[in-house]
């Protein structure tokens, strides 16, 4: 294994780590009497068993979550390397990678900041509030009761956090390829850009179509 | 002659526009469905559904009764439970009708009634309807699904899943 690879397996389990760390810290920050209120039409034995059933299966999501993030790292490093391909730039899809797997930060200090406004600023909240809540978003300029459902992910979406991930890919490869600045700009808003529309208005359609 | 990069640059731009202009106005043509059927919706809807058992469609069809259309399936489990606590309080429902629509095979539908014997209950209507006229009267909806209509067939309240019946009674 040589040291960029070694360097790609670090970062990932040291990402998968903290990630698991807030999803966890998620899980305590929905707290049973949360569940009971967002679940009042159905009766108290019905909302237990539901509990009990989420309790028992939370496992599921922990072993999920390196599976669907290895994914999306692959998926967001294919699409840059294409781009970069098509200017015939010299960069290994490992490099890539690298820059993909740390720009991820920025989607970290979300978390982060979403789990100390719940716990510092705002301790009375239901489950859809913490659910929806995204810091610095649209989504929480206008409030997710104003808003469609199908919106909600679109608005959710275009935040000062994407904004940071976007400037964190784009420096990373400038930094990487010794590309020009502006040049790094274009190809991460036609590559990684291009595949993030897409993928919202996949979204969009789908939330759309199962009646939502 | 184009090069091979300007092919492939091609290419993909043509795909990820054509992509994006099906999504579009897919999801434009499914949100103008949606606002049709919200205001459909409203007054108690024309069902074209075959009634399963004994009784006629007809005999719920007028006003003058609140109306709860429950739309389910034999399978989910959430629908069992929902169809289970209506027996289990089905006295309270005095003057209501209810009907029950699955898009499921007749057979379903007859024998998840009689599961929970309800298949023949005065107050109860068993109704198959075909899936493109579910989607047509009421939208891509999941279940259960429970609509309550007043006695002047005015939708008063929409339950989306599972919800326990002194909920539901609440609105009668």
Not at chain 1, 32 to 47: A, C, G, K, Q, W
Not at chain 2, 18 to 28: A, E, M, N, Y
Not at chain 2, 73 to 88: L, W
């Amino acid at each position: 294994m040589n040291k960029i690879q070694y360097q790609n397996t670090t970062l990932f389990v040291v990402f998968i780590f903290l990630k698991l760390g807030i999803i966890i810290t998620n899980n305590y920050l929905i707290t049973p009497d949360i569940l009971y209120d967002y679940y009042n039409e159905l009766n108290l034995s019905r909302i237990d068993e539901i509990i009990e059933f989420q309790y028992k299966w939370e496992w599921i999501n922990y072993v999920l979550i390196p599976c669907i993030y290895s994914i999306k790292f692959l998926i967001i490093s294919f699409v840059l390397y294409v781009g970069h391909i098509i200017i015939e730039s010299k960069i290994k899809f490992r490099d890539i990678m690298s820059v993909v797997i740390v720009s991820e930060v920025a989607f970290i200090l979300l978390d982060l900041t979403k789990i100390a406004w719940f716990i510092f600023y705002e301790p009375n909240y239901s489950l859809k509030d913490f659910l929806f809540f995204t810091p610095l978003s649209l989504l929480n300029f206008y409030g997710y009761s104003n808003v469609p459902t199908w919106s909600i992910y679109p608005l959710q979406t275009v935040s000062a956090f994407q904004l940071t991930y976007l400037f964190f890919l784009t420096y990373g490869l400038h930094l990487v390829i010794n590309m020009p600045f502006k040049k790094s700009v274009g190809i991460v808003a036609a590559s990684y850009g291009t595949g993030l529309v897409l993928w919202v208005t996949l979204i969009t359609f789908l939330t759309v179509s199962i009646g939502a | 002659m184009l090069s091979n990069k300007k092919v492939i640059i091609s290419i993909i731009i043509t795909s990820v526009l054509g992509l994006l202009i099906f999504l579009v106005s897919k999801t434009v043509i499914k949100l103008k469905h949606k606002e049709r059927i919200v205001a459909q919706i409203k007054t108690l809807p024309h069902l074209s559904v075959k009634a399963i058992g004994s009784k006629k469609v007809e005999e719920w069809s007028k006003l003058g009764k609140v109306t709860i259309i429950i739309f389910f399936n034999s399978g989910c489990e959430h629908c069992q439970y929902e169809a289970k606590s209506i027996k289990q309080e089905i006295l309270a429902f005095a003057g209501t009708n209810i009907l029950f629509i699955s898009d499921e095979t007749v057979e379903k539908i007859l024998a998840f009634s009689k599961a929970n014997k309800l298949h023949n209950n005065n107050r109860v209507w068993w109704l198959k309807m075909n899936s493109n006229d579910v989607y047509n009267t009421f939208g891509a909806i999941g279940v259960p699904h429970i609509w309550i209509y007043d006695e002047d067939g005015k939708l008063v309240k929409e339950f989306k899943g599972e919800t326990r019946v002194e909920a539901i009674l609440e609105w009668l």
